[in-house]
């Protein structure tokens, strides 16, 4: 391809970056093919990493190297929260500002970010010696808010959190000073208690998350060898009989997406594990990946095996650096162990898998978005028909499951489908995830059976902190809905909250007691996905839009209720993807409810 490039030159650090990551230039001469298109984003990920931006002469380089055309790349380049093509302090603190931190006290975290380092998004501000900030949607640690994720330049990047002025400004010295950051871990009461039955936790807090041994000790491995004794068709079928499905949001059986991939003619298949979890309050995938890696290579190369996918893509949110660190050496320890490449426990089939990061963009999570994501395209989704399981990433039959998801296949081969239906409902089976946060005494991430009523699971967390009254709890995160205390007798599963007008999506519970500014609550939300919207289509890029503008005219005294609930119609009729079709549930249940308007429904 014959490239039009900027008149830039990159730096020797900016050169190193792409060529370390790359491998150097000279290793496709002799007309060789440059390297594949995929590997832009990480690419962009690791200039940001070494400069802290994506100036002209870095992304120069990285066309170069690519044979990208400089326009595309850039838009690529600037599609993502994380990845900046303007001149940018190499620390960044991004702190958090959504609805569970802002109940915690954001405001006050965000106040002292800029009266000690200026307005968001400077270059370094009021001699801060190259620290800025930036706000920031959720970053998943919800249970132990305010939090920040720290993104710096040359060095670990992690998320902190349970700030505080104080924990700011010992923050702040210890990012000029050049020091490590003690990274967030999640709050797991049921673990720390030794609450007995934990099916999906078992294993958390009593091994070693970086041991391969500790793994195997603790039960490790058992799933994959019984699905090789099974064989594909059998542990397609074990997963069809268990009932299972999705812990995404969607909940479509998983039985019948395996099925399908393992059917599809076309080869080779793709296995694709999401782990772009960025609905607000969702923080139970995160857990996983930090505390339980191994658990999701085993996972991911049993759905592998069932499916004939020979290579898995694991893409990781972009704000879980601990994760992302934490898997890459599981698979390279795998990989050491012959429990990934060419043939898997000399079993004959190959498998092997590939982390990607995210890069700051909600609508990854849409699995077409990320397969587009993936391939090295900005992040916007695709129409369906056709869907995944017939033509995904790069245009192959791809079978496309989250983490929760993931896990609870161990348990479906190493027990049986019909032992693992039995527990649950009928239409629920097995355990559910639920992140549990807002004003409860103990925050956290709680496993409990489907069925569990929400007042059963309150109770789990302390119920409502300082003793105070649960106005409101949004089930299923910003996507999902309002209920009032008088549904706390709703049994927790998929049929009942969809009978009930509500959703478990992710898994979210979050309480609001009577003190909660309901008002500011939503309009964060409509602010959420305003920003979060891609653009792509109409209904969704404006909607967002007219929604956050009207709910405003709402608050300070206006009668909007018929224009939200048409703008809410339209986005959930003709929205290309998901986020189009849910960026009004959550308004429109609180309008229902009445808890916005007249001073937060107060």
């Not at 009266?115 to 998004?121: D, V």
């Not at 010295?173 to 039955?197: C, F, I, K, N, Y």
């Not at 209720?561 to 959930?572: A, K, P, Q, S």
């Amino acid at each position: 391809m014959d490239l039009k490039l900027m008149a830039a030159d990159p730096t020797a650090v900016e050169r190193a970056a792409v060529d370390g990551f790359l491998g150097a230039p000279d290793d496709a001469a002799g007309g060789g093919a440059p390297p594949p298109r995929h590997l832009l984003l990480p690419t962009l990920h690791a200039l940001v990493d070494a400069v802290g931006w994506v100036s002209e002469g870095g992304l120069n380089h990285a066309c170069a190297r690519l044979g990208v055309p400089p326009a595309d790349a850039y838009g690529v380049a600037s599609f993502y929260h994380l990845l900046s093509t303007a001149p940018r302090a190499p620390v960044v603190v991004h702190a958090c500002d959504d609805i569970a931190c802002r109940m915690a006290g954001a405001h006050g975290v965000t106040a002292v970010l800029e009266a000690r380092l200026g307005p968001a998004g400077g270059t370094g501000g009021n001699g801060a010696d190259g620290v800025t900030w930036l706000p920031s949607p959720c970053l998943g640690a919800c249970d132990r808010a305010p939090a920040a994720f720290v993104q710096r330049a040359g060095a670990a990047s992690a998320t902190v959190d349970g700030l505080d002025v104080a924990a700011v400004e010992r923050l702040l010295a210890a990012l000029r000073a050049g020091e490590p950051l003690s990274a967030s871990r999640v709050t797991m009461p049921q673990v720390e208690d030794g609450a007995p039955g934990l099916r999906l936790l078992r294993r958390i807090g009593r091994i070693d998350p970086a041991s391969v041994d500790d793994y195997e000790a603790a039960g490790g491995g058992e799933a994959l060898r019984r699905a090789i004794e099974l064989g594909p068709a059998g542990v397609v079928r074990e997963i069809t009989e268990s009932k299972l499905l999705g812990r995404g949001g969607a909940a479509f059986p998983a039985g019948r997406k395996w099925a399908a991939v393992a059917a599809a003619p076309v080869t080779p298949h793709y296995l694709v594990c999401n782990a772009d979890e960025s609905e607000p309050g969702t923080f139970k995938d995160r857990a996983l990946m930090e505390e339980d890696p191994f658990a999701l290579v085993e996972a991911m190369t049993i759905a592998g095996f069932a499916t004939a996918c020979e290579k898995g893509w694991l893409y990781v949110r972009g704000e879980y650096p601990l994760a992302t660190a934490r898997l890459g050496q599981a698979i390279a320890e795998s990989r050491r162990r012959g429990l990934l490449g060419p043939d898997v426990l000399g079993a004959g089939f190959a498998f092997d898998i590939e982390i990607r990061r995210g890069g700051g963009a909600y609508i990854c999570g849409e699995e077409t978005a990320l397969f587009n994501s993936l391939e090295g395209f900005r992040g916007e989704p695709r129409n369906k028909p056709p869907f995944p399981t017939d033509r995904g990433l790069f245009g192959k039959p791809t079978l496309v499951n989250n983490v929760e998801t993931l896990f609870n296949v161990l348990d479906v081969v190493r027990e049986g489908g019909a032992a693992f239906a039995a527990t649950g409902t009928k239409d629920s089976a097995g355990t559910k995830l639920f992140c549990v946060s807002g004003k409860v005494a103990r925050p956290g991430l709680y496993e409990v059976p489907f069925g569990t009523t929400l007042r059963a699971l309150l109770d789990l967390a302390g119920g409502v902190a300082g003793g105070g009254t649960a106005r409101a709890i949004l089930l299923g995160g910003a996507a999902g809905t309002f209920v009032t205390a008088d549904r706390l007798d709703l049994p927790l599963t998929f049929e009942a909250t969809r009978a009930a007008g509500a959703s478990l999506g992710s898994g979210v519970v979050m309480v609001f007691d009577d003190a909660a500014d309901m008002d500011d609550i939503v309009l964060r939300i409509a602010s959420f996905f305003r920003h979060e919207s891609c653009g792509q289509c109409v209904p969704c890029r404006v909607g967002t839009v007219r929604q956050e503008e009207a709910l405003q005219r709402l608050v300070a005294g206006g009668d909007e209720t018929e224009l939200l609930d048409e703008i809410v119609r339209v986005m959930g009729d003709a929205s290309i993807c998901g986020l189009g079709h849910t960026a009004g549930l959550a308004v429109k249940s609180a309008m229902g409810l009445g808890l916005i308007g007249n001073g937060g429904g107060r």
